[in-house]
């Protein structure tokens, strides 16, 4: 295999990390409105998630420094184009950062109410956007002759795209309320286990109309297995975690992630965006990539690197795997 084809697998892999360990966060995120009762639950739902939110999103940051070393045209075209969405995500994932460490600083109601509305809004909006950046990408966008963008925002906000937003949005909110219910105790437990059934029900339908519409516009059979089994481990997920088996549930629903977006990046490929004004015109795995030399000695550096920072990562959530309650909630502060 060509090094720009393993680097185009790779940063497919990198982006499934993130939406794997970043979608329960923007879940949790959003159930902080949806599921918590009081304040004391709120702080239950955000300290599940407190000691790994920040380690996530690195998974984030080397999928966009891959992208940018690996394949600058489509980086170039792809944040020139998308300027305003990414903006957007990169604001609300600072504010969302700055309202899990200013939350608790202060004892007035409104000053704490005030974060926690940020933490919701943070959470539910990237959630929303990435799913339609990535409609968008795969779906093609307007480029011309020199690989640039000319189209403009209302251009994204086609159906397609904004119908992958809403996958986005309910899955990872089903995947936050499952790893709620694998991580809290008692009532909250209880009714985490509820709302996750509910959403996980709710995400099929779009999710499989998203799926399907991928599958007639661009997929082939690779992409069809990816959606079978992406629509199979939706299903089991809802069954376990209403039989109470949240392990079985959590797992099952990041498969559900992960194989989503494995079909979308199979049924990109060849190409990293395709251009719907000319064929000729996409930015493929070829005309987009870095030189054989910069992918060689980038996949040596990533040989060696990438495996400590996921022993770390993984230590991280070992250290941190008890499930905690309302009863483990100091008083105010």
């Not at 993984?314 to 309650?325: C, E, L, S």
Request: net charge positive; with cysteine; proline share 3%.
């Amino acid at each position: 295999m060509e090094l720009h084809n393993v680097w185009f697998v790779l940063i497919a892999v990198l982006w499934i990390g993130y939406f794997f360990l970043e979608g329960f966060d923007f879940g949790i995120g959003v159930l902080t409105k949806l599921l918590a009762r009081d304040r004391t639950e709120r702080r239950v739902l955000i300290n599940t998630i407190g000691p790994v939110w920040d380690g996530n999103e690195v998974w984030l940051l080397t999928a966009g420094g891959a992208t940018f070393a690996a394949f600058p045209e489509w980086y170039a075209t792809l944040f020139s184009g998308f300027y305003l969405p990414l903006l957007l995500i990169l604001v609300c994932l600072i504010v969302r950062g700055v309202a899990f460490e200013y939350r608790h600083k202060r004892e007035e109601e409104r000053w704490q109410t005030n974060w926690e509305h940020a933490i919701f809004w943070t959470s539910l909006l990237p959630a929303f956007l990435w799913g339609v950046a990535f409609g968008n990408i795969v779906r093609g966008v307007k480029i011309d002759e020199n690989k640039e963008y000319v189209g403009g925002l209302v251009d994204l906000l086609n159906p397609y795209a904004l119908l992958g937003g809403l996958v986005t949005l309910a899955l990872f909110t089903f995947h936050g309320a499952v790893f709620a219910a694998l991580k809290t105790l008692g009532d909250i437990r209880t009714r985490a286990r509820a709302m996750a059934v509910k959403l996980g029900l709710f995400a099929l339908v779009p999710a499989l109309g998203f799926l399907l519409w991928t599958q007639a516009s661009r997929g082939d059979g690779k992409s069809l297995v990816a959606l079978v089994v992406a629509v199979l481990a939706l299903a089991g997920a809802v069954g376990a975690v209403k039989a109470g088996r949240e392990g079985w549930s959590f797992g099952l629903s990041g498969v559900t992630i992960a194989t989503a977006v494995a079909m979308l990046f199979l049924a990109l490929f060849p190409n990293v965006m395709p251009s719907t004004l000319a064929g000729d015109w996409s930015l493929t795995v070829t005309n987009a990539s870095s030189s054989p030399y910069t992918l060689k000695i980038m996949t040596w550096c990533a040989a060696i690197a990438a495996p400590l920072v996921m022993l770390y990562q993984g230590w991280t959530y070992w250290v941190f795997r008890k499930r905690i309650g309302t009863q483990h909630i100091a008083d105010a502060h």
